[in-house]
């Protein structure tokens, strides 16, 4: 792993769109129709962890595209209220994607996204990204845009390419067993940390259990990367550089929204190192962000250093927490 200098950013090379969420007693039978019982247009992909990211101090800056009309707007709007920074103008052939997901009785989540200009990279953009990066800065990449006919090999290239003081974080996300392997390898050879749940993981190593998974996809990329693989209630399998792979418990709580957890782990962790933390407390720091997130209703609901130290309460890490120098937001 590259040393850090301070206050690293944390630039998301991905995807912010629009989540149209909609309520429903339960799918449909194919043709049929059902009555939501609410729905609800927010930011959404990305943005959940670039505001994990930035709620707890880190500099946050969105390096994906943002079309001209409804969805953009919004996008727009999101990302400036939650004081994150963009780099690439507004593409104007075109408005931002979306995604409708539908949320049954129980609580499970149905998909479909339907993407815009965010899914039309240029090499010409990806050029400018590179240009704007900094020593110490970490980037964040998501499968999503790998999985994409143009962004993919375009992002596969970036992140090659990547200079070496740059921190590169993975989520390969849940259409990882779409991506072709000549645009997954390169990224998993360049990879500092790889971030997936116990699915994707699954998916990558053919391991069910998750500290099995973790070891493999540790072995599986290069010298020096780590690995954590998300468990949901049970926290998460952290394997870091050189170490074998552990159990980082999570914190029992109940759960009334996990959209976003994921993003909110991912963001939060990236912070924590970026704050000076090691490994294992910035794991166990983004396992509370995760199971703070839960807790409540909405697309983005990561806490803060104070809310994550009172949520931590008598925990030994929120006295390391409270400690850290005070950031500007």
Known sequence: MNPRPPNPRLVLAGNVIVDLVIEIPALPERGGDVIGSHA???????????????????????????GTGPHGDLVREA???????????????GDTGFCVAL??????????????????????????????????????????????????????????????????????????????????????ARADWLSCNAREGRLLTGHEDPRRSAAALRERLASGAGVLVRADKDGCWLAAPGAEAVHVPGFPVEAVDSNGAGDAHVGAFLALLGLGLDPLSAARGANASAACAVTRRGPATAPGIAELVEFLGSDPLAERLAALPARSM
Not at 79 to 93: K, N
Not at 116 to 129: H, I, N, Q, S, Y
Not at 170 to 179: S, T, Y
């Open 79 to 93: 990302l400036a209220s939650e004081s994150v920074r963009t780099v690439l103008p507004v593409r104007e052939d």
């Open 103 to 188: 949320v049954d009785a129980g609580g499970e989540r149905t998909f479909v996204t339907s993407f815009g200009v965010d899914a039309r990279l240029t090499a010409a953009e990806l050029a400018v990204v590179t240009g704007r990066l900094r020593d110490g800065d970490m980037v964040q990449l998501s499968g999503y845009g790998l999985v994409m006919p143009v962004n993919g090999p375009l992002l596969s290239r970036f992140t090659a390419g990547l200079p070496a003081g740059v921190t590169v974080c993975f989520d390969p996300g849940p259409l990882v067993a779409d991506i072709p392997g000549e645009i997954l390898g390169p990224v998993l």
């Open 40 to 66: 609800s247009r927010t930011a959404g992909g990305g943005f959940n962890t670039l505001v994990a990211a930035r709620r707890l101090g880190t500099d946050a800056v969105y390096a994906g595209l943002h």
